[in-house]
């Protein structure tokens, strides 16, 4: 039986997406001074939220899914 957690979503939002959305902010800060900081606050409020949940709660998820490997 094989076990997926939401693990590796965490790390992706952390790694990936968390800064992409910080570039993007800088990049439209010229022109669009307001998108930039919404952009800003989603990026650290994702950030702290994804930390959160991967340093506060153990690696046992209750949203684990387990999937039979004889189908």
Do not use: Q
């Not at 992409?20 to 990026?43: G, M, P, Q, W």
């Amino acid at each position: 039986m094989k076990k997926i957690t939401d693990r590796p979503g965490r790390y992706f939002a952390i790694l990936i997406f968390s800064p992409t959305l910080v570039y993007c902010a800088i990049t439209v800060r010229k022109n669009h001074e307001d998108i930039s900081n919404i952009l800003y606050f989603f990026s650290i409020l994702l950030f702290i939220y994804e930390m959160f949940w991967i340093c506060c709660k153990d690696n046992e998820s209750l949203d684990s899914i387990y999937i039979d490997e004889k189908c």
